[in-house]
């Protein structure tokens, strides 16, 4: 069965880094989109950064520039490095994995599979 864990996250102060790590299992990986997301308290789960299987990546504008996605094939994991950390960042932070048509890249219905989470607290 699919399996995504997600680990890395933490509290940070403001202007920190955090590499998050998702290691995934059960599926083709590599053949597949991923993504991350985040929800803070009292939020709607948005979407942070994607990666094509071929590598291509975006992020959402409230993040771009500050955070980088990329994908280990080898590992079958994906990485989420966050710069310059806000306390605005602070979310809980899930891996997404194995995309329906239909959506576009940070949607959240576009995400078949969904890891567990990991906290950001930046303050």
């Known amino acids: 069965h699919v399996q995504l864990v997600e680990s890395g996250g933490g509290s940070v102060q403001a202007g920190g880094s955090l590499r998050l790590s998702c290691v995934a299992s059960?599926?083709?990986?590599?053949?597949?989109?991923m993504a991350w997301f985040r929800q803070a308290p009292g939020k709607e789960r948005e979407g942070v950064a994607y990666i094509y299987p071929a590598g291509g990546t975006d992020s959402a504008d409230s993040v771009r520039g500050r955070v980088t996605i990329s994908r280990d094939y080898a590992e079958n994991a994906v990485y989420l490095q966050m710069n310059s950390l806000k306390p605005e960042d602070t979310a809980m932070y899930y891996c997404?994995?194995?995309?329906?048509?239909?959506?576009?890249?940070?949607?959240?219905?576009?995400?078949?599979?969904w890891g567990q989470g990991t906290q950001v607290t930046v303050s």
């Open positions: 059960g599926y083709d990986f590599g053949s597949s989109c």
């Open positions: 997404a994995a194995l995309c329906r048509r239909g959506y576009l890249p940070l949607e959240e219905g576009r995400y078949d599979y």
